[in-house]
């Protein structure tokens, strides 16, 4: 099947994602679709696929073509059996220039005797070294746990394998990961198995991914339907017993503007696009979503050397009874959350009834209600104040940039 033609500005006004139905004969094992366009201009159009049990994989404008087969498929879709019937390509117009954008899709079929082999990069498992983990302070029967919870894999946008990016948080010194690949869940089959080889706790994740904002949702089984109003993801992310967070609500073009029926609990306060921290905007969001927001970070990583360039940067620290999934989003639930620059550098923890600074001295502490106070730490690079409000606790340098932040 072959289909050509023109996408206008006007035609991505009226309805953004175009849904191209075909019909798969009985006896295939394999569908293979290309889309050829012109990007010179800027133009952007997403790929995604549906089978008649519904979603079976989403790669938006990472990739120009996509195999879903019985038995593997292309990063960012499902394999499984080949259901005859009415299947459909999801064409996403993204970015459509006033000139339009020509394109040519073609979808074609093998069945069992004539399918090719799909080629996948290999991933040997290699020895890592980890940097030890830090000593700090915590509270009877828990511990802090450094991690990242918004990371990319070649399931979507990224360039690293789900063991690659794995061994990478590992050498890093992450202690979980959140894997937030956009709008699919094909990345989920392989956490296990790369969590037990590279000692990472790998945390299932979906971004879920449309013009109007982003949010991660963590922990959850099902696929979260991008296509429906942010509400319905909270409800559905609610429901599954998943976390759900508002993420970069202040990142340039993919800034949150959803409207929520209800105020979410978690957003992603630090993004890695907060590189000049004496910019007061994500304070100024937070200020408007009291204390009831848990302040969370995530560096948005794609690929090494990169933008952004660097994994855990910034970290989460999350105050939990053990490195499981269950523990840390448990932890994060709780708004057991701190935020810092990197792994080794100062930080800001709640503790029970006190407030810890750590390598923090010289640093101004700065409370929920903007007092403040200079911190001068003990032999131990260490001091403690009474944790007498509620809501985010941060470090700052005496010119304002943030360095350290807790719920």
Sequence with gaps: MRLDGVWWLEDRLRQQLRPVPF?????VSLIEVRLDYDRSAGAVLDLGCAGPEGFRGWSGGARQEFAVGAQRSTPGYLPGEILPGVWHVWLGLHRVPPEGVRYSLEITFSDKRAARTLEYRS????ALQRPPARELPGVEGMRWYAGDLHAHT?????TLSVGALA???????LDFLA?????TISHYPLLEKHSATSGVTLIPG???TTDLGHANVWGAKEWIDFR????????QAEKAGALFSVNHPLAGDCAWRHQLTTQPSIAEIWHWSWFDRTWGWPLAWMKRHPAAIIPVGGSDFHEPGGTPASLGAPITWVLAEECMTSAILAGIAAGRTAVSADRTGPLVLR???EIAAVDADGLILVRPDETRVVVRADGAGRQSFPATQSGMYRLETWRNEVVALCA
């Design 123 to 126: 991933h040997s498992v290699r």
């Design 351 to 353: 503790c029970g009834d």
């Design 206 to 208: 979906q971004e879920v």
């Design 228 to 235: 429906r109003p942010a509400s319905q993801w909270m409800k």
């Design 179 to 183: 894997v937030t690949d956009h709008n």
């Design 23 to 27: 019909e798969v004969p009985a006896g």
């Design 167 to 173: 061994e990478l948080a590992a050498e890093t010194g």
């Design 154 to 158: 070649d399931h979507s946008d990224g």
